[in-house]
């Protein structure tokens, strides 16, 4: 495996930044044409927008951090901030994480609770937005298959290296 950073500054449409990729992405399938290609995002439709359009061969996996995160807001959208919702979520993102099938237990776990717990207007609205994200996100979080074969789940590396200054 290997990691290069690439960026340019913020403009609108990432133009600039689409094309120094895809240039740096062909030159390096180019040279690995056997290789295993990842494409490594969060949850933002722009990524799996441009992985359709320029990587549909790639194994594709959502951040496993953006997951985590989406998975607390769920916990406290269920329990309020607390031992229980921190509970649910280690829980959770263990399964997630570690086992298989763990997305598609952890949809009917959300199911269970915000068909039985009694929630606020805003707290179900919560739950139901991150609901959608995980159930429209399922193929991109197999994170068991993912580990077991290999591949990266987490982006971190790459965003902590975007946060230096050089």
């Keep these: 495996m290997h990691t290069?950073?690439?960026?340019?500054?913020?403009?609108?449409?990432k133009a600039?930044?689409?094309q120094r990729f895809t240039t740096r992405v062909d030159?390096?399938?180019?040279?690995?044409?056997?290789a295993l290609h990842v494409c490594l995002g969060d949850g933002a439709p722009w990524n799996w927008e441009f992985f359709a359009t320029h990587y549909p061969e790639a194994v594709w996996v959502l951040d496993f951090y953006h997951a985590a995160t989406h998975l607390h807001t769920a916990a406290e959208a269920l329990f309020g901030p607390g031992p229980a919702?921190?509970?649910y979520y280690e829980r959770w993102r263990t399964t997630l994480r570690d086992e298989d099938g763990g997305v598609t237990r952890l949809l009917r776990s959300l199911l269970y609770y915000r068909n039985r717990a009694p929630l606020s207007a805003r707290a179900q609205r919560t739950l139901d937005t991150e609901f959608n994200y995980f159930?429209?996100?399922?193929?991109?979080?197999?994170?068991?298959?993912f580990r077991a074969a290999g591949l990266p789940i987490g982006s971190g590396v790459t965003e902590a290296g975007c946060k230096e200054r050089v």
């Design 4 to 13: 290069e950073y690439l960026g340019t500054m913020p403009e609108a449409g």
């Design 27 to 34: 030159q390096v399938k180019a040279r690995y044409p056997h």
């Design 135 to 145: 159930r429209q996100h399922v193929q991109l979080m197999q994170y068991a298959d």
């Design 16 to 18: 600039t930044f689409a």
């Design 85 to 87: 919702a921190e509970a």
